[in-house]
């Protein structure tokens, strides 16, 4: 059963800093690629970053040269550090787990991020 489970979300000023956690059960998450995608309201979920297994890197332009995603496979753990939040960064952060075992993608229940001006 897989399971992805996100924390680190909460309410904080812009300028400020959060991490977010994504601890994945279930999968081979070594070779998985892992990302982290948000959703505003009326908006459409959106690419936040992702991280290949080989440590490769993609970045939306918006989070580019603030936020950081990294991954622990000894903790079977995917993080994205935000710094410098600004209140458009606001939404709903989930963790997304692509073609588990080269089949179906897997998301988290999501964690709320909400940044005040």
């Known amino acids: 059963q897989v399971q992805l489970v996100e924390s680190g979300g909460g309410l904080v000023q812009a300028g400020g800093s959060l991490r977010l956690s994504c601890a994945a059960s279930?999968?081979?998450?070594?070779?998985?690629?892992m990302g982290w995608y948000r959703q505003a309201p009326g908006k459409q979920r959106e690419l936040v970053a992702s991280?290949?297994?080989?440590?490769?890197?993609n970045y939306a332009e918006s989070v580019k040269g603030r936020f950081t995603i990294s991954r622990d496979n000894g903790k079977n753990t995917v993080y994205l550090q935000m710094n410098s939040l600004k209140p458009e960064d606001t939404a709903v952060y989930y963790c997304h787990a692509p073609r588990v075992f080269l089949g179906r993608d897997y998301w988290g229940q999501g964690t709320q991020v909400t940044v005040s001006s």
């Open positions: 279930g999968i081979i998450f070594s070779i998985n690629t």
């Open positions: 991280i290949t297994s080989g440590i490769t890197t």
